[in-house]
T-cell receptor, first 115, second 114 residues
Framework: GAGVSQSPSNKVTEKGKDVELRCDPI?????LYWYRQSLGQGLEFLIY????????KSGLPSDRFSAERTGGSVSTLTIQRTQQEDSAVYLC?????????????FGSGTRLTVV | AQSVTQLDSQVPVFEEAPVELRCNYS??????LFWYVQYPNQGLQLLLK??????LVKGINGFEAEFNKSQTSFHLRKPSVHISDTAEYFC????????????FGTGTRLTIIP
Protein backbone atom coordinates (compact mmCIF):
# COMPACT_ATOMS: atom_id res chain seq x y z
CA GLY A 1 0.00 0.00 0.00
CA ALA A 2 0.87 3.65 -0.14
CA GLY A 3 1.38 4.00 3.59
CA VAL A 4 1.44 2.11 6.86
CA SER A 5 -2.05 0.97 7.74
CA GLN A 6 -3.17 0.23 11.28
CA SER A 7 -6.43 -1.24 12.50
CA PRO A 8 -8.57 -0.65 14.36
CA SER A 9 -8.10 3.10 14.71
CA ASN A 10 -9.85 3.02 18.07
CA LYS A 11 -10.44 0.17 20.50
CA VAL A 12 -12.27 0.23 23.81
CA THR A 13 -11.96 -2.93 25.84
CA GLU A 14 -12.80 -4.12 29.30
CA LYS A 15 -10.05 -4.73 31.80
CA GLY A 16 -8.91 -8.34 31.62
CA LYS A 17 -9.82 -8.90 27.98
CA ASP A 18 -7.30 -9.67 25.25
CA VAL A 19 -6.82 -7.33 22.27
CA GLU A 20 -5.11 -7.63 18.91
CA LEU A 21 -3.77 -4.65 17.00
CA ARG A 22 -2.83 -4.96 13.36
CA CYS A 23 -0.18 -3.24 11.27
CA ASP A 24 0.19 -3.47 7.50
CA PRO A 25 3.57 -1.95 6.53
CA ILE A 26 4.61 -0.43 3.23
CA UNK A 27 5.26 -3.10 0.64
CA UNK A 28 8.98 -3.87 0.43
CA UNK A 29 9.83 -2.44 3.85
CA UNK A 30 11.79 -5.09 5.69
CA UNK A 31 11.87 -3.38 9.09
CA LEU A 32 8.77 -2.97 11.27
CA TYR A 33 8.55 -1.29 14.68
CA TRP A 34 5.90 -0.97 17.37
CA TYR A 35 5.91 2.01 19.73
CA ARG A 36 3.53 3.05 22.48
CA GLN A 37 2.63 6.70 23.00
CA SER A 38 1.28 7.62 26.39
CA LEU A 39 0.28 11.11 27.45
CA GLY A 40 3.36 13.12 28.38
CA GLN A 41 5.70 10.16 27.94
CA GLY A 42 6.79 10.38 24.35
CA LEU A 43 7.21 7.24 22.29
CA GLU A 44 8.20 4.08 24.07
CA PHE A 45 9.82 1.36 21.94
CA LEU A 46 8.13 -2.02 22.17
CA ILE A 47 9.43 -4.42 19.52
CA TYR A 48 11.38 -4.44 16.23
CA UNK A 49 11.24 -6.92 13.35
CA UNK A 50 13.92 -6.99 10.65
CA UNK A 51 13.55 -9.43 7.79
CA UNK A 52 13.82 -13.02 8.94
CA UNK A 53 15.93 -12.21 12.00
CA UNK A 54 14.71 -12.87 15.52
CA UNK A 55 12.76 -9.82 16.72
CA UNK A 56 14.15 -7.37 19.25
CA LYS A 57 11.62 -7.68 22.06
CA SER A 58 13.59 -5.66 24.57
CA GLY A 59 10.91 -2.99 24.92
CA LEU A 60 7.92 -5.18 25.72
CA PRO A 61 6.79 -4.08 29.21
CA SER A 62 5.52 -7.46 30.41
CA ASP A 63 4.81 -11.00 29.29
CA ARG A 64 1.22 -9.96 28.59
CA PHE A 65 2.54 -8.31 25.43
CA SER A 66 3.55 -10.27 22.35
CA ALA A 67 3.87 -9.62 18.65
CA GLU A 68 4.35 -11.57 15.50
CA ARG A 69 5.01 -10.77 11.89
CA THR A 70 3.77 -13.18 9.28
CA GLY A 71 5.45 -13.62 5.92
CA GLY A 72 7.65 -10.62 6.53
CA SER A 73 4.67 -8.33 6.11
CA VAL A 74 1.64 -7.88 8.38
CA SER A 75 2.26 -7.67 12.11
CA THR A 76 -0.08 -8.23 15.04
CA LEU A 77 0.52 -6.89 18.54
CA THR A 78 -1.41 -8.83 21.18
CA ILE A 79 -2.05 -7.64 24.71
CA GLN A 80 -3.45 -10.27 27.04
CA ARG A 81 -5.46 -9.55 30.19
CA THR A 82 -5.45 -5.82 29.51
CA GLN A 83 -4.94 -3.41 32.38
CA GLN A 84 -5.87 0.27 32.61
CA GLU A 85 -2.23 1.28 32.35
CA ASP A 86 -2.18 -0.28 28.87
CA SER A 87 -4.36 2.60 27.63
CA ALA A 88 -2.29 4.46 25.05
CA VAL A 89 -1.85 5.02 21.34
CA TYR A 90 0.01 2.15 19.73
CA LEU A 91 2.02 3.24 16.70
CA CYS A 92 3.50 1.04 14.02
CA UNK A 93 6.27 2.15 11.67
CA UNK A 94 8.13 0.54 8.83
CA UNK A 95 11.43 1.25 7.14
CA UNK A 96 13.35 0.14 4.07
CA UNK A 97 16.14 -1.62 5.90
CA UNK A 98 17.94 -2.23 9.13
CA UNK A 99 19.61 1.18 9.17
CA UNK A 100 17.66 4.09 10.55
CA UNK A 101 19.04 6.55 7.99
CA UNK A 102 15.94 6.01 5.88
CA UNK A 103 13.73 7.25 8.68
CA UNK A 104 10.49 5.60 9.60
CA UNK A 105 7.05 5.83 8.02
CA PHE A 106 4.41 5.76 10.74
CA GLY A 107 0.82 4.64 10.67
CA SER A 108 -1.91 6.73 12.28
CA GLY A 109 -1.99 4.48 15.32
CA THR A 110 -4.53 2.54 17.33
CA ARG A 111 -5.95 4.34 20.35
CA LEU A 112 -6.55 1.71 23.02
CA THR A 113 -8.75 2.52 25.99
CA VAL A 114 -9.09 -0.04 28.78
CA VAL A 115 -12.14 0.56 30.98
CA ALA B 1 22.43 3.18 24.09
CA GLN B 2 21.21 6.64 23.23
CA SER B 3 18.87 9.05 24.96
CA VAL B 4 17.12 12.28 24.02
CA THR B 5 16.03 15.21 26.17
CA GLN B 6 13.46 17.74 25.07
CA LEU B 7 13.40 20.21 27.92
CA ASP B 8 10.34 22.15 26.81
CA SER B 9 7.09 20.23 26.98
CA GLN B 10 5.08 23.19 25.65
CA VAL B 11 6.10 26.23 23.62
CA PRO B 12 3.58 28.99 22.82
CA VAL B 13 4.61 31.36 20.02
CA PHE B 14 2.85 34.22 18.30
CA GLU B 15 2.10 33.78 14.62
CA GLU B 16 4.92 34.99 12.33
CA ALA B 17 7.42 34.98 15.20
CA PRO B 18 10.52 32.77 15.13
CA VAL B 19 10.70 29.57 17.17
CA GLU B 20 13.39 27.23 18.45
CA LEU B 21 12.58 23.80 19.87
CA ARG B 22 15.43 22.35 21.88
CA CYS B 23 16.81 18.82 21.70
CA ASN B 24 19.84 17.38 23.43
CA TYR B 25 21.07 13.84 23.04
CA SER B 26 23.44 11.45 24.73
CA UNK B 27 25.40 8.74 22.92
CA UNK B 28 28.78 7.04 23.07
CA UNK B 29 28.78 6.33 19.34
CA UNK B 30 28.17 8.34 16.20
CA UNK B 31 24.53 9.14 15.67
CA UNK B 32 21.77 9.90 13.26
CA LEU B 33 19.33 12.59 14.41
CA PHE B 34 15.74 13.21 13.38
CA TRP B 35 12.83 15.55 13.96
CA TYR B 36 9.29 14.27 13.52
CA VAL B 37 6.02 16.21 13.64
CA GLN B 38 2.67 14.88 14.77
CA TYR B 39 -0.43 16.82 13.79
CA PRO B 40 -3.59 16.21 15.84
CA ASN B 41 -4.97 12.69 15.44
CA GLN B 42 -2.30 11.72 12.95
CA GLY B 43 0.82 9.59 12.92
CA LEU B 44 4.32 11.00 12.97
CA GLN B 45 5.81 12.55 9.85
CA LEU B 46 9.51 13.05 9.19
CA LEU B 47 10.50 16.75 9.17
CA LEU B 48 14.24 16.40 8.64
CA LYS B 49 17.23 14.27 9.47
CA UNK B 50 20.95 14.59 10.05
CA UNK B 51 23.08 11.69 8.87
CA UNK B 52 26.47 13.23 8.07
CA UNK B 53 28.05 16.16 6.29
CA UNK B 54 26.72 19.70 6.65
CA UNK B 55 25.58 20.37 10.18
CA LEU B 56 22.72 22.60 9.02
CA VAL B 57 19.85 20.51 7.76
CA LYS B 58 16.79 21.86 6.00
CA GLY B 59 13.47 20.08 6.10
CA ILE B 60 9.89 20.44 5.02
CA ASN B 61 7.60 23.37 5.84
CA GLY B 62 10.50 25.81 6.26
CA PHE B 63 12.05 24.10 9.27
CA GLU B 64 15.78 23.64 9.76
CA ALA B 65 17.97 22.14 12.46
CA GLU B 66 21.62 22.40 13.35
CA PHE B 67 23.73 19.52 14.61
CA ASN B 68 26.18 20.64 17.27
CA LYS B 69 28.44 17.79 18.29
CA SER B 70 30.26 19.65 21.05
CA GLN B 71 27.00 20.61 22.72
CA THR B 72 25.27 17.32 21.77
CA SER B 73 22.33 19.32 20.48
CA PHE B 74 20.03 19.26 17.49
CA HIS B 75 17.71 22.25 17.92
CA LEU B 76 14.85 22.83 15.49
CA ARG B 77 14.17 26.34 14.18
CA LYS B 78 11.74 28.21 11.97
CA PRO B 79 12.09 31.95 11.25
CA SER B 80 8.35 32.63 11.01
CA VAL B 81 5.66 30.26 12.22
CA HIS B 82 2.15 29.80 10.90
CA ILE B 83 -1.04 28.59 12.55
CA SER B 84 -0.67 25.33 10.64
CA ASP B 85 2.58 24.59 12.51
CA THR B 86 0.56 23.82 15.64
CA ALA B 87 1.57 20.24 16.43
CA GLU B 88 3.74 18.07 18.63
CA TYR B 89 7.39 17.80 17.66
CA PHE B 90 9.59 14.85 18.54
CA CYS B 91 13.36 14.66 18.41
CA UNK B 92 14.85 11.18 17.88
CA UNK B 93 18.31 9.62 17.83
CA UNK B 94 19.86 6.34 16.81
CA UNK B 95 23.32 4.92 16.41
CA UNK B 96 24.59 4.98 12.86
CA UNK B 97 25.13 1.26 12.54
CA UNK B 98 22.85 -1.54 11.45
CA UNK B 99 20.03 -3.05 13.50
CA UNK B 100 19.46 0.16 15.39
CA UNK B 101 16.15 1.68 16.40
CA UNK B 102 15.07 5.24 17.05
CA UNK B 103 14.90 6.56 20.59
CA PHE B 104 12.44 9.43 20.91
CA GLY B 105 12.21 12.37 23.23
CA THR B 106 9.06 13.17 25.17
CA GLY B 107 7.94 15.75 22.63
CA THR B 108 7.32 19.50 22.55
CA ARG B 109 3.84 20.81 21.93
CA LEU B 110 4.06 23.93 19.76
CA THR B 111 1.05 26.22 20.02
CA ILE B 112 0.76 29.16 17.65
CA ILE B 113 -1.08 32.17 19.01
CA PRO B 114 -2.93 34.23 16.36
Amino acid sequence: GAGVSQSPSNKVTEKGKDVELRCDPISGHTALYWYRQSLGQGLEFLIYFQGNSAPDKSGLPSDRFSAERTGGSVSTLTIQRTQQEDSAVYLCASSLGDRTNYGYTFGSGTRLTVV
Amino acid sequence: AQSVTQLDSQVPVFEEAPVELRCNYSSSVSVYLFWYVQYPNQGLQLLLKYLSGSTLVKGINGFEAEFNKSQTSFHLRKPSVHISDTAEYFCAVSGSFGNEKLTFGTGTRLTIIP
